[in-house]
């Protein structure tokens, strides 16, 4: 069976209008990290553990892609 690849471009598009990418400007570096968040540059680099905490807070239905964003799962 030939696989359609039309058909699995259209599955991804509809993939991706389901889920919304989520805008991480409010991440901020937590001071009392110990795991790699930047709190000695302005870089203000957060790792990820961090990251995720502050992101489920915010929209506990957030999802990692395999893509490495953080999406509103529906
Ligand atoms: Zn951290």
Redesign the pocket.
Known sequence: MEIDIDNELEKNYEKLQEEKLIDLNFVK??KD?????DNITDNNY??????EIQVREKYPNAKYTDDCEWVLDK
């Open positions: 570096p937590n990290c110990t795991q790699g968040c957060v790792c990820f553990e961090c990251e």
